[in-house]
């Protein structure tokens, strides 16, 4: 028997095993026609020493509030990179959010959001188990946030691109959520090394 019943899974690089990103321009090829698509951020150039957060505001493409479903998901950044996000932009539900604003610009650190994909290597890529898949709709606005840091001495192009495999209807049995958890504000002195740890409790029944 099917469920509509969200099976919560975590999303994120952390954890989850990868495997090999195929790839023929030199980056990522998108999927084919009608077995995903694909987001992609500007290219932008980086100083050397420069650091920065890039988001891109944006809508996902397809007809607007129909159904897409996502069993799998593959991204490949330029070097350069250290981590890359993919949020589902909550903005809607907070009144005091700013107004969401399509572009390319310094992230927003502020704004309301919602993790549905992340990787903090240069090539990456995960699928969902079978089964399973994370519901997302045409039109939906989100965000894809590259953090890049220029260690070289010469100037490098940052860019960044992410998969959405998708699968029908028919075939989902539950409709994947988003856990997510940090340990935040810890100090590592100069030279030395920190093994952290935090305990964390979820206020609800989940299979993860």
């Known amino acids: 028997m099917r469920s509509s019943q969200p099976l919560w899974v975590i999303l994120c690089a952390v954890g989850l095993a990868a495997c090999s990103v195929k790839q023929k321009d030199g980056l990522l090829d998108a999927p084919v026609d009608g077995e995903g698509l694909q987001l992609t951020t500007p290219q932008f150039e980086l100083a050397p020493g420069e650091e920065v957060h890039y988001c891109l505001y944006a809508e996902l493409p397809g007809e607007i509030g129909k159904s897409i479903y996502v069993d799998a998901f ?8 250290h981590h890359l996000l993919l949020y589902q932009d909550m903005s809607d539900l907070d009144e005091s959010a700013p107004p969401f604003v399509p572009g390319f610009r310094e992230c927003e650190m502020d704004r309301p959001t919602l993790p549905v994909f992340g990787a903090q290597t240069e090539r990456y890529a995960t699928s969902l188990p079978a089964g399973v898949a994370r519901k997302l709709r ?6 894809i946030e590259s953090h890049y840091v220029n260690y070289t001495d010469k100037t490098i192009t940052g860019e960044a691109k992410i998969n959405l495999y998708t699968t029908s209807r028919e075939s989902v049995e539950h409709l994947a959520g988003t856990l997510f958890t940090y340990l ?5 002195p100069p030279g030395a090394g920190v093994n952290g740890a935090a305990e964390h409790t979820v206020g609800m029944e989940c299979e993860l």
């Open 184 to 188: 935040a504000n810890f100090e590592i």
């Open 138 to 143: 045409g039109g939906q606005k989100i965000v």
């Open 74 to 81: 593959e991204s490949a950044m330029r070097p350069g990179s």
